[in-house]
């Protein structure tokens, strides 16, 4: 959901017509900096500052206070807009002393100079330097002028926006909601700047995940928006972006799409084909489609996405890259890997040429990298997942949840290669952050298994144990007994047992493991196989064949089911059946099966 910009407040040039001492120069420094004033209103900045540093003379030759920080306001003023911020912050320091001395502590205009102060800070993103002085701003004007003054509206605006822009939406909130209260008092209730102030608020509740709250304030706006503006008005449209916003996050994506739909209506009567801003609201639509699993619809729209940016922006814009991060997204989720693979290679090229590390852009490294594990390229993952590591720590934070994948992979990595040592450490964070978040109690089991794979490719036994045995309880806590998962833990942990020799311990976790992979995937699964064999060797190991042999059997049917009968893997399955029969003194069945793995292998060549 896109952060609604705040509406510009008033930053008046202080030409206060003043009485100075110096009464001859008086009139020619008013007319002075009125010139001044006018140039720069009609965008001549240049001659508009010569003017100024004019009346700036002036009025020090004529030693009048006001008339001094009148003028060093409105020079600060015009370099601040400038960007000249080195040259405008003396100015304004030196005014703000000046109106103090003149007026008094706590005289509105004070505030107004605290306030030019302030907002030079707040551009610089200097926020803890602004916000002492747009607060004793506020403290002044509400004193001075009444709390329902229009200048203490601009005051509690001015802290709102700080406040949102430093990221704080607890504080940005409470003065959002003060700022509406003075908007519908001095405004009505249906008022544009009302609706305004609703939206703002809204940008702040989501952000704290008071989504109920949000999705009110902006229906709200929706009505206020139709009623004075139209109901085909682009600010509507903007409206019903920011509400379908709110629904997906809060899990509604079929009430966002009627809400994106209609605004993408709403661009496309209003704006000239190739729009981008119709691309955006297509987009909208795109991604709900998506969440809907409505794939072959939101892929048809995200290409029109894409042609519409790359004709209106150029093919390397970071517009076009989140076109392709998306599009990739798509053929992902349809089993399209090598596309989507492609995809996001070039949306990531376009982002990593203009320097770009944001959210995004390690949205895109995350999945690719997920999809490298996904294909089993281990090295490109393993260096991808590197690079990513320090962006996160650097943006996010070292403890944010969304570490965790990357600490793991980059440690399950580490202990394949045999770099105990190095995994470990990652590992043990990966661990550490999950469980300190206490939401996702399952992630933290999958931590710990990786932990346990660790500590047995260490042969600490007894440490993969504890791991195994902790994730399954878990698991078993948060899913109940026939879970997927639980199976998985369960073979973990038989697994361990079997590499210790522990069978009889070893027997009742995979009989229990497959019984829940039958339940769960039905008899013909390939998971279901992998049971079969787990436990079948368990026998063969133990010299129980009779118990072996059926389980071996049952393993070449799947496996005849699901690849065919002439595959590499019924193949590899025959032969650990001829093996058995062997076992067993079952020499012709053992022959027979040979002599067609033979053919097998034969017609392959």
């Known amino acids: 959901m896109k952060r609604l910009t705040h509406l510009p407040t008033p930053l008046a040039l202080l030409l206060a017509a003043v009485m100075s001492s110096a009464a001859y120069a008086q009139e020619d420094w ?28 002036l009025a020090e030759a004529g030693k009048a206070p006001l008339d001094i920080a009148t003028s060093l306001n409105n020079l600060a003023y015009m370099y601040r807009n400038r960007g000249e911020y080195d040259k405008a912050e003396p100015l304004y320091v030196r005014a703000l002393t000046l109106w103090e001395q003149a007026r008094g502590a706590n005289h509105p205009d004070t505030a107004t100079a605290l306030n030019n102060l302030a907002q030079l800070y707040r551009q610089q993103g200097q926020a803890d330097k602004a916000e002492p002085l747009y607060k004793r701003a506020l403290a002044i004007r509400v004193k001075a002028l009444g709390s329902a003054h229009p200048d203490v509206a601009i005051s509690v605006a001015n802290l709102a926006a700080l406040y949102a ?37 809204a940008t702040q509740e989501a ?18 928006r139709q009623q004075t503006l139209g109901r085909e008005h682009n600010d509507v449209a903007s409206t019903l972006q920011q509400l379908g916003g709110v629904m997906v996050a809060a899990k509604q994506p079929a009430n966002a799409l009627p809400l994106y739909q209609r605004a993408l209506a709403i661009r496309e009567k209003n704006l000239e084909p190739g729009h981008p801003d119709i691309a955006t609201a297509m987009s909208d639509v795109a991604d709900t489609l998506q969440q809907l699993n409505r794939l072959p619809e939101a892929q048809a729209l995200q290409e029109k996405v894409l042609a519409i940016r790359e004709d209106a922006l150029g093919p390397y814009h970071i517009d076009v890259a989140s076109s392709l991060y998306r599009l990739g997204i798509l053929q992902q989720a349809q089993g399209k890997t090598d596309k989507a693979e492609k995809l996001y290679r070039d949306a990531l090229s376009i982002r990593e040429k203009r320097n770009d590390t944001g959210v995004e852009t390690m949205g895109i490294m995350a999945r690719l990298a997920a999809l490298y594990v996904q294909q089993e390229k281990s090295s490109e993952a393993f260096a991808l997942y590197q690079k990513l590591l320090p962006l ?57 298994i990786n932990l346990g794979f660790l500590y047995r490719g260490q042969k600490q036994y007894d440490q993969a144990e504890i791991q195994f045995r902790k994730a399954l309880a878990t698991l078993e806590k948060v899913h109940g007994p026939d879970h997927i998962e639980v199976a998985a833990a369960l073979t973990n942990l038989a697994m361990l047992m079997d590499t210790q020799s522990r069978l009889d311990q070893a027997e009742p976790l995979y009989k229990r493991a497959q019984a829940i992979l039958e339940k769960q995937l039905g008899p013909n699964h390939l998971n279901v196989a992998t049971g079969l064999e787990n436990l079948g060797q368990l026998y063969r190991t133990q010299g129980r064949f009779e118990l072996a042999l059926p389980l071996y059997e049952r393993h070449e049917l799947i496996m005849e089911k699901n690849y065919g009968l002439n595959h590499a893997e019924v193949a590899r399955s025959l032969i650990n059946l001829a ?13 027979a099966i040979e002599v067609r793995v033979s053919r097998m292998v034969g017609n392959s060549l």
């Open 207 to 224: 952000a704290l995940g008071r989504l109920a709250q949000a999705g009110a304030l902006l229906k709200r706006a929706v009505l206020i």
């Open 392 to 448: 996160q720590e650097k943006h996010l934070g070292a403890e944010h949840i969304d570490l965790v994948p990357t600490l793991n992979q980059i440690g399950t990595q580490l202990e394949i290669q045999g770099k105990f040592a190095r995994a470990e450490p990652l590992l043990l964070r990966a661990l550490a952050i999950q469980e300190k978040q206490q939401s996702k109690p399952e992630k933290s089991a999958r931590a710990r």
């Open 579 to 591: 093996a058995v029969h062997r076992s067993m003194k079952h020499l012709d069945e053992a022959h």
């Open 165 to 201: 822009g430093a990221n704080k939406p607890a504080e940005a909130a409470a003065m959002y909601q003060r700022l509406l209260v003075l908007r519908e008092k001095s405004l009505g209730l249906n008022h544009a700047d009302v609706a305004t102030t609703a939206v703002s608020l």
């Open 30 to 57: 008013s007319a002075l900096s009125q010139q001044a004033v006018a140039l720069y209103q009609q965008g001549d900045q240049d001659q508009a500052l010569v003017l100024a540093r004019k009346a700036l003379g």
